[in-house]
């Protein structure tokens, strides 16, 4: 929660609440609070739920001073893997889109405001069409910031592709590859995508205010917009497509795409990812689980693993903090006055 957007696991606000003490009206706020130490010095962040019962959003604050959410991506970024995206190249298309933009977020902090705006006006756009009298004048201005974010979105979204691209090329050239984890190559398709490549931002603008014009009075009319891209994943060692792909395949190919973006960021801003590696390890067969770990040891920031067998960690190639969390949990009297656990 350190980061801009929803977490993990996508959580409402009112799910971060202890729901115990929810039923009976003793806690309705919650918050966290961080030190961090980056490249950029250091900062003190909050963030929580507002103190307001009419108004249930999460807010932040850097150094004591309120903050947008989006300004935390300027001073940290935080990067993930978790059991449930091991199995994200055979879910929906939309969570890979969700996939893809939580990477852009961090090369631009403004994206994901962008994506829920983006989505936000589409439900706007539709209740006005189910009115029987329509507001022409309201639906304008709707679909003129919806066709500007359509552009703005799918930019940035193959911005970071063409970076990551870009990494590859680079790596390959120093032969610096990571060897036990094969590198991806990723496709976005759409409409726009392919109207980008040949012709200026403000015409494919033009042309998606022309299609959702069209499309009021034809619900089987489909608009182009980042909404409805497709996202392909190839192994370029196999040029493979992931989603023909065996589930060992594809963790291997996320671990990769975590860590490529991971040094894209650090390249580009001096500022590497927080990684947080849930419940991974005891899933990899031992080359693959010393070769994490080996790239782990050499990444810029910190790192955090979590893991019901100790003993995966047995052979870190150097030293590794541990926390026992039922010591922890045993010790815990409900105030946030401890800082560590066993070590």
């Known amino acids: ?94 969570e890979k889109r969700r996939f893809i933009d939580r990477l852009t977020s961090s090369i631009d902090n403004l994206h994901l405001n962008r994506v829920y705006k983006y989505e936000k006006l589409l439900r706007q756009r539709k209740k006005i069409l189910m009115q029987q009298n329509n507001d022409n004048t309201w639906l304008d201005s709707v679909e003129f910031q919806i066709s500007e974010l359509s552009i703005a979105i799918t930019a940035r979204r193959l911005d970071l592709i063409e970076e990551l691209e870009n990494l590859y090329k680079t790596e390959l050239k120093n032969n610096s590859l990571t060897e036990h984890f094969p590198s991806a190559s990723i496709f976005i398709n759409g409409k726009i995508e392919r109207l980008l490549v040949k012709k200026p931002a403000v015409e494919v603008e033009d042309y998606v205010k022309s299609e959702l014009k069209k499309s009021r009075f034809d619900f089987e009319l489909s608009v182009s ?29 996320l671990i990769s795409i975590i860590l490529s973006h991971a040094r894209l960021l650090n390249n580009k801003f001096n500022m590497a990812p927080i990684l947080l590696l849930d419940d991974i390890v005891e899933h990899l067969d031992k080359k693959h689980r010393m070769a994490l770990f080996l790239e782990i040891s050499r990444h810029h920031a910190q790192s955090w693993f979590t893991s019901t067998n100790k003993d995966v960690f047995a052979e870190y190639p150097s030293f590794i903090d541990k926390i026992n969390l039922s010591n922890i949990k045993g010790n815990f009297d409900g105030n946030s006055h401890f800082r560590y656990g066993d070590t």
């Open 1 to 94: 929660m350190l980061n801009q957007g929803k977490g993990l696991r996508k959580a409402s606000i009112e799910n971060f609440l202890n729901q115990t003490e929810i039923s009976n009206y003793d806690c309705q706020i919650w918050g966290v609070n961080a030190d961090f130490v980056g490249p950029k010095g250091k900062f003190n962040i909050g963030t929580g739920l507002k103190n307001n019962p009419s108004n249930k959003s999460r807010i932040a604050k850097i150094n004591s001073d309120l903050t947008p959410l989006s300004s935390l991506g300027k001073i940290l970024n935080i990067s993930w893997i978790t059991p449930q995206m091991c199995i994200l190249f055979q879910t929906s298309m939309n």
């Open 225 to 253: 917009g980042p909404n409805n891209s497709s996202i392909e994943i190839f192994n370029r060692n196999s040029n493979k497509n992931l989603d023909n792909s065996s589930t060992g395949e594809q963790k291997l190919l």
